[in-house]
T-cell receptor, first 112, second 115 residues
Framework: EAGVTQFPSHSVIEKGQTVTLRCDPI?????LYWYRRVMGKEIKFLLH????????ESGMPNNRFLAERTGGTYSTLKVQPAELEDSGVYFC??????????FGPGTRLTVT | DQQVKQNSPSLSVQEGRISILNCDYT??????FLWYKKYPAEGPTFLIS?????DKNEDGRFTVFLNKSAKHLSLHIVPSQPGDSAVYFC??????????????FGKGTKLSVKP
């Protein structure tokens, strides 16, 4: 069974540009989460989808971040415009139930 | 304001000995706790979990202990192996309290197991 996949693995962009991160969850997993780890800090929750619906987006830093999950399958996280403090590793996780979350390898975002 | 704290950034143990990783939490609403293991350039991998109705859960070489009164949990690895060398994250959730499963993570402890 394929795990959670994320694309790209690494993205380097300039401040002010737009970046879109993609997450493909494990097939059949209705729950999809986005997390972020800024260097030297803990992994922090961003938002949670159940199928295509946003259940909790309390962790989204500001309105420069937009997450979507079209058709309840893959999800995208767009940052527009990117700022220096957005640099970090963005993880996606999926699960069948609330008690299990399988993480992808992450996308390392560097904003210069 | 960190709700989940791993106060030891690193731990070094000898192969074959016990590794004990500690985690403290402040939010009494947390009712489910997990340990994840992370290698460089990979995502966190689920290791073991425990719900607040238990005080111990064991899976092979890994045992998690929960002390609710002290708001403390620990992960024991016995015996430790060089392949266990990784960063270990403690995470907590208020699943049964309606949090929808979003995890609150500690900063991690880097475990090094020396041959």
């Amino acid at each position: 069974e394929a795990g959670v996949t994320q694309f790209p693995s690494h993205s380097v962009i300039e401040k002010g540009q737009t970046v879109t991160l993609r997450c493909d969850p494990i097939s059949g997993h209705d729950n999809l989460y986005w997390y972020r780890r800024v260097m030297g800090k803990e992994i922090k929750f961003l938002l949670h989808f159940v199928k295509e619906s946003k259940q909790d987006e309390s962790g989204m830093p500001n309105n420069r971040f937009l997450a979507e999950r079209t058709g309840g399958t893959y999800s995208t996280l767009k940052v527009q415009p990117a700022e220096l403090e957005d640099s970090g590793v963005y993880f996606c996780a999926s699960g069948v139930s609330l008690v299990e979350q399988y993480f992808g390898p992450g996308t390392r975002l560097t904003v210069t | 304001d960190q709700q989940v704290k791993q106060n030891s950034p690193s731990l070094s143990v000898q192969e074959g000995r016990i590794s004990i990783l500690n985690c403290d939490y402040t939010n009494s609403m947390f009712d489910y706790f997990l340990w994840y293991k992370k290698y460089p350039a990979e995502g966190p991998t689920f290791l073991i979990s425990i719900s607040s109705i238990k005080d111990k859960n064991e899976d092979g070489r890994f045992t998690v202990f929960l002390n609710k009164s002290a708001k403390h949990l620990s992960l024991h690895i016995v015996p430790s192996q060089p392949g266990d060398s990784a960063v270990y994250f403690c995470a907590a959730s208020a699943i049964y309290g309606g949090s929808q499963g979003n995890l609150i993570f500690g900063k991690g402890t880097k475990l090094s197991v020396k041959p």
